[in-house]
């Protein structure tokens, strides 16, 4: 097996880390800044997040559709990116609950134009021997930034920024990001587009495709928001200025396990992966409701929690890379 991984993987992950070292320098303290700053409830920080999620949701869809029918791939990557990089940072001259709400949903519009596509490159870009490898390692980059980002949270409090000031500072790694893209990703030869009569069929993706589809759409309903984990840490006793701190250390662990575990499922199988992770996943969901949210247990919940989700991310992806079809490839991991 080459050990050497190609040269578009290497870019989208460091694109990834800088993205997430932007991203989770704000994301972490976003439910306390709307809750403590500006003054919102819970059911606000819900709203936001559903809203933001949704976009990106519905939007991966329509990147993917795109890239499948001739759409220049680099283009919708570096405008993703560029989207969520510019509405971020202004997050910081918010004064009320509103003015975040359209700019999370800004951002996740730059996630949901970006996202397919480029999990469609990475997959074109690997075979199926190496594509768990590949997606393992793009989700370890991923996290790495995710963990960075806290870090520089925490250091720019204890030096005394705001919450405001740190969430403009977001707009170094997401600038250093956008020139990476532009310089160092190459552009794809342009896809071939595939015509009417060669729509995505539900009933023609393979099984293992739409099982893996429906199941992870019905844990994603049952999931709880990672914001809502955040206000349910802070009420364990984590203090504003510690939270960084634990979503750094949930990255890190994602870091550790993720490309591992990617790598795994090129010799144990996608679906053996995924299913051990998702029943440990549920079984952790049981927990945060059951156990008593104080001391250790909060941080051996959020970290257990952290690893049982990144287990599975490298094997979902490359098990779409793996089965569907080549010239739909782009829309499939839009549906996913």
């Known amino acids: 097996m080459n050990c050497f991984l190609p040269r578009t993987v290497v870019v989208l992950g460091l694109v990834s880390m800088l993205n997430d070292t932007a991203s989770e ?27 933001a999620e949704a976009t990106a949701s519905i939007l991966k869809l329509v990147s993917g559709w795109l890239a499948d029918r001739g759409w220049n791939i680099k283009k919708l990557v570096v405008g993703g990116y560029t989207v969520s990089n510019a509405a971020r940072p202004l997050i910081g001259f918010a004064l009320c609950w509103g003015w975040v709400l359209i700019l999370r949903f800004l951002d996740r ?48 409090l204890q030096w005394g920024m705001t919450m405001e000031h740190v969430f403009m500072a977001s707009v170094i790694p997401g600038t250093a990001l956008v020139l990476l893209l532009i310089l160092g990703l190459k552009a794809p030869p342009a896809a071939k587009p595939v015509g009417p009569s060669a729509r995505v069929r539900w009933k023609g993706l393979d099984a293992r495709v739409k099982g893996l589809v429906l199941a992870s759409g019905g844990l994603a309903l049952a999931t709880t928001p990672e914001a809502f984990l955040v206000l349910w840490a802070n009420q364990g006793g984590i203090i504003v200025t510690w939270v960084p701190l634990l979503w750094a250390a949930a990255h890190g662990v994602k870091a550790l396990v993720s490309g591992p575990a990617g790598a795994l499922s090129d010799h144990l199988g ?66 996913y």
């Not at 976003?30 to 606000?44: E, K, R, W």
Request: aromatic residues 10%; glycine residues 12%; without cysteine.
């Open 270 to 335: 996608r679906l053996r992966v995924v299913s051990i992770g998702w029943t440990v996943r549920v079984l952790l969901l049981l927990a945060f409701a059951w156990l008593p949210d104080a001391g250790i247990t909060v941080w051996a919940l959020f970290l257990s929690y952290a690893a049982a989700m990144a287990f599975t991310e490298g094997a979902e992806r490359a098990l779409i890379g793996d089965f569907a079809p080549p010239e739909q490839k782009a829309t499939v991991f839009g549906i």
């Open 25 to 51: 320098m704000i994301t972490p303290l976003l439910p306390l800044f709307l809750t403590t700053t500006l003054g919102a409830g819970p059911a606000i920080v819900g709203l936001v997040e559903g809203v």
């Open 109 to 156: 519009v730059g996630k949901g134009i970006r996202t397919a596509p480029r999990d469609a490159l990475i997959a074109a870009s690997t075979d199926k021997h190496g594509r768990g490898r590949a997606f393992g390692f793009q989700r370890a980059l991923d996290h790495t930034g995710a963990m960075l980002g806290p870090l520089l949270a925490f250091g720019l």
